[in-house]
């Protein structure tokens, strides 16, 4: 049997030190394909894909090293029964390669959104016994309490819209073992302030209207000017790595210092803008 502790040495290898985070619904094959040729380790799917979890198969079919990731399923909207199911059936046709992120998504987003917690722990519990084990689990964590549930129940945690500070203080609560692999937003511009109004936008909308993220930007100090009026150009500046791709992965690799073991990147850029070349220009800086 595969200990917990070899499962984890699995994932830090196989994810590398790097991933990709985009919605499930903008992924495609191709874009699947090349990114791993890229150097990238990981393709992680947001945007509560759902319970069959039919795109992760088509995203592994076109590959063969790359790992696929949920960051995350949402408990409230998949049933874990069908999820484990959906587990199986990919884990027999791609040993090693899908690593199932949990999590409790957005109170405001959810009409039956009671005891995140308690819940979750149940969700959990349900996969476990259909088969799931803990070690190709991980959970969308902000707060101490889920941090500490993602290290005791499954591989680790994936925490989204957080700074390096947060980094640093979660791996000191997590401790040496558990996988921790933290989403960040990146934007190719050396201007700032064209940078700033890239980013600005997709952080204000929708994360600093939700609960859940901005009591964690509290409990990191940022004050209630930070987070009025789309965030103060610091606040901005912590979350989303800007500058020529040097200067953006100089920041995004500040997360691996702080003990991260991977880091998701959410490549945000203008309308017209090639995201792929911005992807390519990171991984050469990353040194992918």
Request: hydrophobic share 45%.
């Amino acid at each position: 049997m595969t200990t917990p502790q070899a499962m984890t040495e699995h994932w830090r290898a196989h994810l590398r030190r790097f991933g990709v985070w985009r919605g499930f619904s903008q992924v495609t094959p191709a874009l699947a394909a090349e990114l791993e040729r890229l150097g990238y380790g990981a393709l992680w799917l947001g945007g509560s894909p759902r319970a069959d979890l039919l795109a992760v198969d088509e995203l592994l079919a076109a590959t063969s090293t790359l790992v696929v990731a949920t960051g995350i399923v949402n408990m409230w909207q998949s049933d874990p029964h069908d999820v484990a199911a959906s587990f199986a059936r990919i884990e027999a046709a791609y040993p090693g390669r899908f690593l199932l992120g949990v999590g409790a998504g957005h109170r405001e987003a959810t009409q039956q959104y009671a005891r995140p917690y308690e819940t979750l722990v149940s969700y959990v519990d349900a996969l476990l016994a259909d088969g799931v084990p803990g070690g190709s689990m991980v959970l969308a964590a902000l707060g101490p309490k889920m941090l500490r549930l993602a290290a005791d129940r499954t591989a680790g945690a994936h925490p989204y819209l957080v700074t390096i500070e947060y980094t640093r203080q979660a791996r000191q609560l997590l401790g040496p073992r558990p996988l921790l692999a933290t989403e960040h937003k990146a934007v190719i511009e050396a201007d700032p302030e064209a940078a700033r109004a890239i980013g600005r936008p997709r952080v204000h909308r929708p994360y600093l209207g939700l609960a859940n993220y901005t009591s964690n930007l509290r409990r990191l100090g940022w004050t209630e000017a930070d987070l009025a009026d789309g965030g103060s150009d610091a606040l901005i500046d912590a979350l989303v790595a800007h500058g020529d791709p040097a200067q953006a992965a100089g920041q995004l690799t500040g997360h691996l210092a702080a003990g991260a073991d991977h880091v998701c990147v959410q490549l945000l850029t203008a309308p017209d803008a090639d995201l792929l070349d911005g992807y390519r220009r990171l991984a050469v800086a990353l040194g992918l």
